[in-house]
């Protein structure tokens, strides 16, 4: 129906329109067609293109060669820093899922008391910066001075470490218990559309409450785990601070931390094209490996025929549930938090907790003395603001288009916004290095460089929400208008717009938060003036002093919170965990 | 957070019509003829980049702020790093053809050699720099780079765990076996200091000093400030090649850790900054170049624990005067052909 219409409005105006009102009817959905397609280009499409381009370049003169690859994958080192990164991949996803489907399932199908709990949980591990979580569980978990270490020594005389963070589980697990809330979100809005009626239909038949959700729901929503899965792996091989951090004592090299030295003098960025490349291919293989997986079954839980849902009796088994999800929230958020907090009001942090040992001086000290502290956190403030205004805005457009079917081939459009959702950030930053941060436009070390970086890594997001605010938008209504003689750019301001308008803040606040503490991407673009606060503290973390270091990233939650706070004022209090 | 801001920038406004005033004139009339010249022809450009490795963040900070007393309306950006990757930022900033950098500061000499000899440094000789030791002047004779930072790298412990008896006395004696998995280090990858200590370890023991630590199973970090932080938190017991001035700092704020001094010597950065020769505020840069030879910039930086460059400065409280240690640093030449050395081959030894 809809497009049917559209077409009929776009494709043949009436008879006897003069030429100009055809150019003018016509004209504004084509340029704006036009100039999104440049937009994406240039956001998307060219520094991938040109990352391609240099990994087979000489340095300095530009001729072909095939030397880039021999180098990057000519050494042992080298190539075992890309198995490290697979297998970390695969790990990190694995205890994201393990973590994270049980407590979607509790929240959205069962009585499990405590869901508002469950949810801050979620929400904070979310909005906790990946290398502030990896600090904390340093903490934590170093084998000897650990809290949970030391603890545990106490408790049972042992001699050897409960658990040890500078290790491969300890770096999949602290990778994961930040990464979870994405799984969590993609399942849990899956689990949201299944009805009950399924689950008792298989009750009928004489399954119990286990064997239902393990044959009947979960399988229903083995897209979204899928997608959760896939999304953690990507996050976990794009990662800079916490394998810097945390991999580098336990002596595990990874892609990224390769790439880094890639980058030390002289600056080999052919080299790390060429080493970045392979990446491309196995997040393309692992794309169609879930395309070839999902395409055998149907995976359809919502029908026309309403469906009734409601929260399955879980009897005391709700206690189990809830442990589980108290458990989570304990070594994700509160742990890691309390001891940031601890050390970030400490004199000395190697004296511990005492009354004499508190002190603001690390606060002060950021706050009233630093030459950068300030300064970064107005940078990230805007940059981040930038960005997503520009992606939001770029995804709405885009969306649009390709929802009402304005233009042929608009999926086009929507394949690029997509496509780097499926790009480590890492190497999107390096296209951006490669594409832009020489002459002819010299964006290096400007803020612009850094804002188009930020806002082309995170349009997939402003895209999928764009996508979905607009799908609920029924086109009838703005036909009504066109009906009455509206433009259509009209409509969509005096109708559209307004109804979408509180999931585009959602999306954008989505966006403005992940970017805030984006630190791969920033790493490599960043210049002395465009410091971001995710790269201060990246530095504070190689200072030797971990107080100034948590206190600002105290800070860094602090300025976060204010927007959590505002955006669940604005759009209401699950904004950021509604799947977009 | 738009509070805070304002708030700083009114404690700024304040402080700068209160102490600022009075000590921009004082300033103004004690400055000598060659700082107030520069300072002039500064004050067009208005601020300067600072890319540093050497001091540690405090200290730089703290630099940064005493020139902006010193010389009102020229800003200093202080651009704090490990030097490998100021180096780093330099090299990039060179590769995509971008000017920012007004004055380099790095631990690794080699760095400095290699610049002047692609002929990217400007040759400005501090008229201060007449006023350091005489041992650390002139260490390029065409006056490209001058010593910046005298860093003294040694060993450390963390108190409550290894008593002062008990703790190693020599480079040599953390290779015992009881040493194992109570070692920390940090990466010649990212220090500048790490991969001049491991110059001379190798030059005194050979590559086999690191073979031998490997066994000891060292706790690996970034910059040679990290044993600091592991040895506060009580991780490890004994750091290796760790600034004097981060870990007197800690120690006065209360934290457990002692200095030792090894009995082969200690490692002595001698180390300089230079002007790129395509610095973007040259004036401000020569300005801060005489600010870091002066009495000024010498007390800035003892303040916080640091070895003062001048003879007229009197050394930080407790400190080992210089006359009383024995000073291991290998050649600038040595740095340079030896730095990227080591650091392969560590990555070798140590699998990172």
């Known amino acids: 129906m809809s497009t049917a219409l559209g077409k009929s409005v776009v494709a043949t105006p009436p008879r006897r329109v003069s030429l100009a009102r055809r150019i003018g ?34 340095r300095g003169t530009g001729a072909f060669t095939l030397s880039n690859y021999v180098t990057a994958y000519g050494r042992a080192r080298y190539i075992e820093a890309v198995v490290n990164s697979l297998t970390l991949g695969l790990a990190s996803a694995t205890i994201a899922v393990v973590l994270a489907v049980p ?62 963070v500078y290790s491969f589980e300890g770096l999949a697990l602290v990778i994961a218990l930040n990464a979870f809330p994405l799984v969590f ?36 929503v083995w897209p979204a785990i899928m997608a959760g899965f896939i999304i953690v792996f990507l996050e976990t091989i794009a990662l800079f601070g916490t394998p810097a951090i945390i991999g580098i004592p336990a002596r595990i090299n990874v892609v990224t931390t390769q790439l880094w030295q890639f980058f030390e003098y002289p600056v080999r960025v052919e080299v790390a094209a060429a080493y970045a490349m392979p990446l491309l291919l196995v997040t393309a293989g692992m794309i169609a490996t879930q395309k070839l997986l999902l395409s055998r ?114 999926e086009v459009l929507g394949f690029l916004a997509l496509a780097p959702f499926v790009i480590p950030g890492i190497v999107m930053a390096i296209g951006f290095y490669a594409a832009y941060a020489a002459p002819p436009l010299s964006l290096y070390g400007t803020a612009a460089l850094i804002i188009l970086a930020f806002a082309a890594r995170f349009l997939p997001i402003a895209y999928a929400n764009s996508s979905s605010a607009i799908r609920a938008v029924h086109p009838e209504m703005e036909e009504a208008a066109r009906i009455l003689g509206s433009g259509r750019l009209h409509a969509i301001r005096m109708i559209t717009a307004p109804l979408v308008k509180k999931s585009l803040l959602g999306g954008w606040l989505i966006v403005f938060i992940v970017a805030s503490r984006e630190l791969s991407a920033a790493i490599f673009l960043v210049g002395p003036r465009t410091r971001t606060m995710s790269v201060l503290l990246y530095d504070l973390s190689e200072a030797g002093n971990f107080e100034v270091l948590a206190a600002f990233g105290g800070l860094l939650l ?3 919170l204010i927007f959590v706070g505002i955006g669940m004022k604005l759009v209401g209090r699950d904004f950021m965990l509604r799947r977009g | 957070m738009k509070l805070t801001l304002t708030k700083r920038q009114l404690l700024s406004v304040a402080t700068g019509a209160a102490v600022g005033g009075p000590a921009f004139r004082a300033a103004a009339q004690t ?82 050699t290699q610049l002047k000899r692609e002929g990217k440094l400007t040759q400005y ?119 004097v001035g981060t870990t007197a700092l800690a120690m006065s704020r209360g934290n457990p850790l002692k200095l030792i001094y090894p009995t082969e010597g200690v490692l002595a950065t001698i180390s300089p900054s230079a002007i790129p020769s395509n610095a973007p505020h040259p004036n401000a840069a020569k300005l801060f170049m005489e600010f870091q030879a002066s009495k000024a910039g010498s007390e800035a930086v003892r303040d916080y624990y640091n070895e003062p460059l001048r003879g007229d400065v009197a050394p930080a409280p407790g400190a080992r005067p210089l006359s009383e240690i024995t000073l291991l640093a290998p050649s600038i030449a040595e740095q340079e052909t030896g730095v990227p050395e080591v650091r392969e081959a560590w990555r070798d030894t140590f699998g990172i």
């Open chain 1, 185 to 220: 979100i993609f399942v849990k809005s899956a689990l949201d559309l299944v009805s009950s009626e399924m689950e008792d239909a298989a009750n009928i038949l004489g399954a119990g409450t286990w064997t239902a959700m393990r044959k009947v729901s979960l399988p229903l």
């Open chain 2, 125 to 243: 000789t501090p008229v201060n720099a007449a006023g350091m030791l005489p041992s650390i002047q002139n260490v390029d004779p065409d006056g490209y780079f001058h010593t910046s930072f005298l860093g003294l790298f040694l060993m450390i412990h963390n108190t409550q765990l290894v008593s002062e008896a008990n703790a190693p006395k020599s480079w040599a004696d953390a290779l015992d076996p009881k040493w194992r998995n109570q070692l920390a280090v940090g990466h010649p990858g990212f220090s500048g200091a790490i991969g001049v200590w491991a110059v001379q370890m190798r030059k005194m023991y050979g590559w086999d000093y690191f073979t031998k630590l490997e066994r000891n199973k060292p706790l690996i970090g970034r910059s040679s400030q990290d044993p600091v932080t592991t040895l506060n938190s009580g991780e490890r017991s004994v750091g290796l090649c760790v600034p």
């Open chain 1, 25 to 58: 009817r016509i004209e504004p959905v084509m340029l704006l067609w036009i100039l999104l397609i440049g937009a994406l280009l240039f956001l998307v499409a060219f520094p991938l293109g040109k990352l391609f381009l240099v990994s087979f370049e000489t």
């Open chain 1, 103 to 164: 407590m979607a399932w509790a929240v959205s199908r069962t009585d499990m008391p405590g869901k508002g709990l469950t949810w801050t949980v979620v929400l904070g591990a979310f909005i906790l910066p990946p290398y502030l979580g990896a600090v904390g569980w340093i903490l934590l978990a170093g084998p000897n001075s650990g809290f949970i270490n030391v603890f545990w020594r106490w408790l049972t005389g042992s001699e050897s470490p409960f658990f040890n």
């Open chain 1, 558 to 560: 602090v300025v976060t």
């Open chain 2, 31 to 112: 400055l000598p003829a060659h700082e107030k010249a520069l300072y002039d022809a500064a004050k067009a450009e208005g601020e300067l980049t600072w890319y540093s490795g050497q001091y540690n963040a405090e200290s730089s900070e703290a630099m940064g702020r005493a020139f902006n007393d010193r010389f009102p309306g020229v800003h200093c950006n202080v651009v704090r790093s490990t030097s490998q990757v100021a180096f780093q930022r330099l090299s990039q900033d060179t590769r995509a053809g971008v000017r920012q950098c007004d004055v380099f500061s790095s631990t690794n000499s080699g760095h400095f």
């Open chain 1, 297 to 410: 079954k149907g995976y359809v839980s919502q029908t026309g025929k309403g469906g009734e849902r409601r929260p399955i009796k879980l009897g005391a088994w709700r206690w189990v549930m809830f442990a589980w999800c108290a458990m989570v929230g304990m070594i994700a958020v509160a742990m890691p938090l309390f001891v940031l907090l601890q050390a970030s009001f400490a004199k000395a942090w190697g004296r511990g907790l005492s009354l004499d040992n508190l002190t603001f001086a690390n606060y002060y000290l950021l706050i009233f003395e630093h030459d950068m502290a300030m300064t970064s956190i107005w940078n990230t403030i805007w940059f981040s603001a930038t960005a997503a205004t520009i992606a939001v805005l770029l995804a709405l457009m885009v969306a649009y288009i390709v929802n009402r079917r304005l233009v042929p081939f608009g």
